[in-house]
């Protein structure tokens, strides 16, 4: 075991033959129409994709030498009921939900956060459980909560929720407090 | 040696060796210094009786330090943090098992009464479910609280007859529609 | 007749089962709420599926229901061993959102830094005195619940809570440190120190320690990567990630400390590495603590953090400010902001959206032990049962924070 006091990983915010993640992924889809919309926010840089190309941008965004994002740190879904000025595109778009991944690069130590928006009546979107495994629980969290279905997934079924509850919880016009017990009073 | 007439008599023949008393106080006794508990950790305030359990706040002064993870072995089933509706058929099932005589210590504000969650996945207090003997407040009730609850629940024990107090299983089957909030 | 017995295999001969076992959500070592559900085949697991959720308490839904100062209570419960370090995280993710983190006056940074170290090492106490419970081991928890005991005197000396600690506020603190905060921090660590030195005595170099942690529970660097494995686990792997060093934040690129990297991802790596930490905890708060400078623990800003008690009373400004910041909230503008900080578990990243009002409209907080947690059946595959106990404690699994 060692102890060692180098800084962690590479440069602090991505090396000299790499710009910003953000600036590689719009020059790679430039014309293709695969992306809605890219800002940068506090220090973040979020990128919105079209849901049906997320395969291809996440492989994209493992693969790519200048990338290399080899962790998938967070997993989760935004429901923006009657908010979608919060968004542009959203309204445009019809979309109701919003699927938000986080990545991180452990060698070049950039970050990125991509989103997927989908509409309430076409709650699909592909898995990425083929390229990063650890998306398994993750996916099976946003489907309990939101109901979002991940194409593909080996398992999906709720993971904190029990099997007999019925509903998505986190979905904005689901109330706080209806509780569904599965012994007891309906307290 | 002649004939004992009278308790006094014997009492002052066999004060040193021998102490009469009543069957009920003497298992009342036995029973109150003599806990097995049936830790239910669910949550945060299973750190705290981490630190009950330690050398500081010392439970075993009290006679009750040893655990016991099976309900058959167990007699005070303390239930230790949240319990959610995943969790409360389990619950339910764990007091079911446990033997005769048997008391319940709601430990920490969210088995009391749901605490600070009130929503879709929490039971709003133990006792919705199971009959609780002795109920410690607190978001984790300090140690020092635990051993207030813990000596409260002693003195109760020792008033009983060791006749009476069968629990039985717990009163609920599935999900009640007759009862509204 | 001799030919036949020859012949006779036994493996394939005897009729033997695969047994499933339930190692339920109510058992001493799953620290309360996860469920097992083992296949074994004699004493070796074949399939160790598990599944959590026993603790699910609505974590998000809350925080949308309240203000973004009545989140903190929540965020108390998410890791509960280490609970300073969730809502100084959260903190910072809100002012992140509100551009005003570069206004945090010196003392307040020096304040989180020290008290993020506090919860880390209580946190490391927790685990590695359970682990060793687990094991059998009752001496060396006993030593290291009085080492935390300690170190909770001295959390409750500056917030009043021992565990939930409800310390840290948007754009500030509660209230400032106590008077004999460094005279009693160093007696605290005279004492830590030498309890450290017991536990380490008794089990570093214990043969039935070794042997029952040495090569249980690896997993390669790889697959440690690909399931998100993220702080002390990933660090036993060999991988130097640590937030504080990737993207340092508070005080941790001014201080001098060292990172603890493992080789192996074993069990026994993970206890090294968490044991050092508590060393190198030590270590960065004496430092801070010798150069902590006087002065303001808020930012001075009364739209962030309600200004003290005189201001209010006194300013008519401050006043409107504290009466517009406890009925509405505080006014976060729109957006979204992600800030990973590095919890005693791993990377904790609070993933909050704004809509420009008093509430959160989302506030996610990214678990580090659901990823490792989703790698136990992989961890466990092909090992004995009684490897399971000790593979589980090193991963640190903290139900508040898994189901949240």
Known sequence: MKSDSAPAGGARSGDATSGPPLAIVIEKYADTGVVIHTHRLHGDETVVVHAEDILDVMNFLRKDDRLNFDMMMDLTAVDYLDNQNLNPYLAEMNARFEVVYHLYSIGKNHRIRVKAPLAEDNLFINSITGIWGGADWFEREAFDMYGIVFRGHPNLKRILLYEKFEGHPLRKDYPKTKRQPLIGPRN | MGVIDDSEQAEAVLSDSVI??????????????????????????????????????????????????????????????????????????????????????????????????????????????????????GCPPRPEMVLDGLIKLQEQVVKERQTNRVKGIAPVGEADDRIVT | MTDAKKDYDFHKESHTERMVINMGPSHPATHGTVRFFLKLDGEKIVHCETEIGYLHRGFEKHCENGSWTQAFPYTDRLNYNSAIQNNVAYAMTVEKLMGVADKMPERGVYIRTIMCEFARMADHYTNLGAAALELGALTAFIYFVEARELVWDIIESVCGARLTSNYIRIGGHASDLPENFKAHVKKVFATNRELYEDFDKLLTKNRIFLDRMRDTGSISVEEAIQYGFTGPCLRACGVEYDVRRAQPYLLYDQLDFDVPVGSTGDNFDRYLVRMEEIRQSMRIIEQAIETLPEGPINIADPAVRQPSKEGVNTVMEMMIFHFKNEIEGIQVPRGEAYFPTEGSNGEVGFYLVSDGGGKPYKCRVRPPCFAMTQAMGRMVEGAFLADLIPTFDMINLIGGECDR
């Open chain 2, 20 to 137: 009469i008393t009543q069957l009920d106080k003497v298992v009342a006794w036995g029973r109150q210094y003599s806990f097995f508990l049936y830790p239910f950790i669910t949550a945060c305030c299973g750190m705290e009786f981490m630190s009950v359990a330690g050398p500081r706040y010392d439970i075993d002064r009290f006679g009750a330090a040893l655990p016991r993870f099976s309900p058959r072995q167990a007699d005070l089933l303390m239930v230790v943090g949240t319990i959610s509706h995943k969790q409360a058929p389990i619950l339910v099932k764990v007091f079911n098992q446990m033997t005769e005589p048997k008391w319940v210590f709601a430990y920490g504000a969210c088995t009391v009464s749901g605490g600070m969650y009130d929503n879709y996945a929490t039971v709003q207090g133990i006792d919705t479910l199971i009959p609780v003997d002795i109920y410690v407040p």
